[in-house]
């Protein structure tokens, strides 16, 4: 694949990162990994935001991916999801390739609709949120399931109004985006991608829009969920959510991954001088 | 200092600096006398003008009230809203259809749309009504069958299959069609990007994104514009007096040359023309309102609201009407 980039060299091998997360449970059973990434490569015009990124994590686990802005960690997320195709790499999902399907020894590109099909069991929470502002919070949440999983109005608008109990915000279901705060969107949104039943959930910097007081509220319905045992990727620089709800917690600087290995090794005892020079930066 | 040109409510001015509460103010406005002087002088000009054309001797009034409710000029308003109406929703059809086809990085449609909307935006609305009024000239038989083989499903003449008429409206209609489709894809460049990432996300295929989310909020933008395109269609619709296509326009010419009577027919025209156009300001708000909604945090009241709302003599604004119940 790519030579060794940049930071290959700096990257230490305390777990390494395809093995730390896909490797024998507790009873020594082999877990499937949900998501695997081996190798991503994503380049735009000529310059490489991911130079071969690969990771696994295992169903009900957290991952928290950290690192400095412009370092490919978003755009490794939205690889995912197919929000951007990548170069170079596989990545699947639940043992399927996102965005190609292989037969034989052949890949072919998936057309948009199967892309779609694949993209409702991963659901995405946006940095701005995204919410479709000329519906309320209720249609936000059931506009797929209705229109695209095909369930009647009346079982979606139940569901709805549960999930949005759930992120504490059922007085609000008729409210438009635009009379929500930040906070109340983000969870509006959290709301809209869980209809979907999901098996893996991103988060694109979640709380980063957010007033410092509402950003609670909002890792308050994440750790719930991450306690459901939700199967999470999570983009982010809250360092305290990392440390108290991921399972793993990866650095990625460059466009290729420093370290990663559990919160209390990466976050507490960081191996390269890169993570801690970041972790200095941002706690 | 400040405080000398504060008058205090209805408190009794005792001492020299009379005290003021620092909760109100409740300052004597600042004139505006230019504003009167302006207004007044415009007043009497209008009034003039209005006066002249009244005592015009060459205008003969009876014949403006003779004609404006005219059966053949009503005929006329009616083909004219007629036309309009069905030009205006089929090329919106056809525009979204283009916008659509122009924003697809399908490279054969993206090139289809580009050529559409260069043709018919290129050239004279009037040379493509003549175009499809003539079309007979040009190919006299239509005919639907199988390319180079002798076999044909119908043929019919060209004259029969699109008299005046039909030729007008498809002027008007595949015209307009490119103006709306430019139209259409600025409301939908106007989106944010996140909403398709959103849509997509939650499984949305292209299609339902487009219908669903998209549209509806590019609406927002292509209200206005096509408002402005539907009073331009009414009044365009006078071009088809040059196929002979009974509309308003062509009536009045017709009844003047018979009775040479030019000017009151042109004033009774104009008058069907601007009363049309001020009607259609109507829908044109409402559609804005609705398709409004989420936007702004609450809605605006409308007109009828606002005036129930005097005649109630209960103001609008919550606020004060909170601050009012509390006094």
Same mark, same amino acid.
């Given at each position: 694949?790519?030579?060794?980039?940049?930071?290959?060299?700096?990257?230490?091998?305390?777990?390494?990162?395809?093995?730390?997360?896909?490797?024998?449970?507790?009873?020594?059973?082999?877990?499937?990994?949900?998501?695997?990434?081996?190798?991503?490569?994503?380049?735009?015009?000529?310059?490489?935001?991911?130079?071969?990124?690969?990771?696994?994590?295992?169903?009900?686990?957290?991952?928290?991916?950290?690192?400095?802005?412009?370092?490919?960690?978003?755009?490794?997320?939205?690889?995912?999801?197919?929000?951007?195709?990548?170069?170079?790499?596989?990545?699947?999902?639940?043992?399927?390739?996102?965005?190609?399907?292989?037969?034989?020894?052949?890949?072919?590109?998936?057309?948009?609709?199967?892309?779609?099909?694949?993209?409702?069991?991963?659901?995405?929470?946006?940095?701005?949120?995204?919410?479709?502002?000329?519906?309320?919070a209720l249609e936000n949440i059931t506009a797929a399931p209705i229109g695209v999983r095909r369930i009647s109005k009346q079982k979606a608008k139940d569901r709805g109004l549960e999930l949005l109990d759930r992120v504490g915000l059922a007085?609000?279901?008729?409210?438009?985006?635009?009379?929500?705060?930040?906070?109340?969107?983000?969870?509006?949104?959290?709301?809209?991608?869980?209809?979907?039943?999901?098996?893996?959930?991103?988060?694109?910097?979640?709380?980063?829009?957010?007033? %410092?007081?509402? *950003?609670? $509220?909002?890792?308050?319905?994440? !750790? &719930?969920? =991450?306690?459901?045992?939700?199967? +999470?990727?999570?983009?982010?620089?809250?360092?305290?959510?990392?440390?108290?709800?991921?399972?793993?917690?990866?650095?990625?600087?460059?466009?290729?991954?420093?370290?990663?290995?559990? %919160?209390?090794? *990466?976050? $507490?005892?960081?191996?390269?001088? !890169? &993570?801690? =020079?970041?972790?200095?930066?941002? +706690? | 200092?400040?405080?000398?040109?504060?008058?205090?409510?209805?408190?009794?001015?005792?001492?020299?600096?009379?005290?003021?509460?620092?909760?109100?103010?409740?300052?004597?406005?600042?004139?505006?006398?230019?504003?009167w002087i302006l207004a007044v002088f415009l007043l009497i000009g209008f009034v003039c003008l209005g006066i002249s054309l009244w005592q015009n001797q060459n205008i003969d009034h009876p014949t403006i009230t003779e004609f404006i409710f005219?059966?053949?000029?009503?005929?006329?308003?009616?083909?004219?809203?007629?036309?309009?109406?069905?030009?205006?929703?089929?090329?919106?059809?056809?525009?979204?259809?283009?916008?659509?086809?122009?924003?697809?990085?399908?490279?054969?449609?993206?090139?289809?749309?580009?050529?559409?909307?260069?043709?018919?935006?290129?050239?004279?609305?009037?040379?493509?009504?003549?175009?499809?009024?003539?079309?007979?000239?040009?190919?006299?038989?239509?005919?639907?069958?199988?390319?180079?083989?002798?076999?044909?499903?119908?043929?019919?003449?060209?004259?029969?299959?699109?008299?005046?008429?039909?030729?007008?409206?498809?002027?008007?209609?595949?015209?307009?069609?490119?103006?709306?489709?430019?139209?259409?894809?600025?409301?939908?460049?106007?989106?944010?990007?996140?909403?398709?990432?959103?849509?997509?996300?939650?499984?949305?295929?292209?299609?339902?994104?487009?219908?669903?989310?998209?549209?509806?909020?590019?609406?927002?933008?292509?209200?206005?514009?096509?408002?402005?395109?539907?009073?331009?269609?009414?009044?365009?619709?006078?071009?088809?007096?040059?196929?002979?296509?009974?509309?308003?326009?062509?009536?009045?010419?017709?009844?003047?040359?018979?009775?040479?009577?030019?000017?009151?027919?042109?004033?009774?025209?104009?008058?069907?023309?601007?009363?049309?156009?001020?009607?259609?300001?109507?829908?044109?708000?409402?559609?804005?309102?609705?398709?409004?909604?989420?936007?702004?945090?609450?809605?605006?009241?409308?007109?009828?609201?606002?005036?129930?709302?005097?005649?109630?003599?209960?103001?609008?604004?919550?606020?004060?009407?909170?601050?009012?119940?509390?006094?």
């Amino acid at each position: 694949m790519t030579g060794p980039g940049p930071g290959t060299s700096v990257a230490t091998s305390r777990a390494t990162t395809a093995s730390l997360a896909s490797g024998p449970d507790a009873l020594g059973v082999a877990v499937e990994p949900l998501l695997s990434a081996l190798k991503v490569r994503k380049s735009y015009g000529g310059v490489e935001v991911l130079k071969g990124i690969s990771l696994a994590v295992n169903p009900g686990q957290v991952m928290c991916l950290l690192g400095p802005s412009g370092s490919g960690k978003s755009t490794f997320l939205r690889c995912i999801n197919h929000l951007e195709r990548i170069d170079g790499g596989r990545i699947s999902v639940g043992g399927e390739l996102v965005g190609y399907a292989q037969r034989k020894d052949r890949i072919f590109e998936m057309n948009p609709r199967e892309v779609a099909r694949q993209r409702r069991g991963i659901g995405m929470v946006f940095q701005r949120f995204n919410l479709f502002p000329h519906m309320t919070a209720l249609e936000n949440i059931t506009a797929a399931p209705i229109g695209v999983r095909r369930i009647s109005k009346q079982k979606a608008k139940d569901r709805g109004l549960e999930l949005l109990d759930r992120v504490g915000l059922a007085s609000l279901a008729q409210s438009y985006p635009a009379q929500l705060s930040g906070g109340q969107q983000q969870r509006v949104a959290i709301a809209r991608a869980l209809a979907m039943d999901p098996q893996l959930l991103l988060f694109d910097e979640p709380t980063s829009a957010l007033d %410092p007081e509402l *950003v609670g $509220d909002v890792l308050d319905v994440m !750790r &719930t969920l =991450a306690a459901d045992g939700m199967t +999470m990727v999570v983009v982010t620089h809250e360092i305290g959510f990392a440390r108290g709800a991921a399972d793993v917690v990866v650095f990625m600087d460059g466009g290729v991954v420093v370290e990663s290995g559990p %919160p209390a090794e *990466v976050l $507490d005892n960081p191996q390269s001088p !890169r &993570t801690r =020079a970041f972790l200095d930066s941002v +706690m | 200092m400040t405080q000398a040109t504060l008058t205090g409510p209805g408190r009794a001015a005792a001492g020299p600096a009379p005290e003021i509460d620092p909760d109100d103010i409740v300052a004597v406005p600042l004139r505006h006398p230019w504003r009167w002087i302006l207004a007044v002088f415009l007043l009497i000009g209008f009034v003039c003008l209005g006066i002249s054309l009244w005592q015009n001797q060459n205008i003969d009034h009876p014949t403006i009230t003779e004609f404006i409710f005219n059966p053949r000029i009503l005929s006329g308003v009616v083909l004219t809203i007629m036309l309009t109406v069905v030009a205006m929703l089929v090329s919106s059809v056809l525009g979204v259809l283009l916008a659509v086809m122009r924003l697809s990085n399908n490279p054969v449609m993206n090139t289809l749309a580009w050529l559409y909307v260069w043709a018919f935006r290129g050239t004279p609305l009037l040379i493509q009504i003549v175009f499809w009024g003539y079309l007979g000239l040009l190919y006299s038989q239509i005919s639907m069958g199988i390319p180079f083989t002798d076999f044909t499903i119908f043929s019919v003449d060209t004259n029969t299959l699109i008299p005046a008429l039909t030729a007008g409206l498809l002027a008007l209609t595949l015209n307009q069609a490119a103006y709306s489709a430019e139209i259409v894809r600025s409301g939908m460049l106007s989106v944010d990007e996140g909403q398709y990432e959103a849509a997509y996300s939650v499984g949305m295929s292209p299609v339902f994104t487009l219908f669903k989310v998209v549209l509806p909020q590019a609406m927002r933008v292509i209200i206005p514009p096509m408002g402005n395109e539907t009073i331009s269609m009414l009044k365009n619709t006078s071009l088809l007096s040059v196929i002979a296509v009974l509309e308003l326009y062509t009536v009045a010419t017709q009844i003047s040359s018979q009775n040479l009577r030019q000017v009151e027919l042109l004033l009774v025209v104009s008058c069907w023309y601007l009363f049309l156009t001020s009607v259609l300001s109507i829908p044109q708000y409402y559609l804005e309102r609705y398709y409004g909604r989420g936007k702004a945090r609450s809605l605006p009241p409308t007109p009828f609201q606002r005036l129930r709302a005097a005649l109630r003599r209960t103001p609008i604004n919550t606020h004060r009407t909170d601050s009012q119940d509390a006094s």
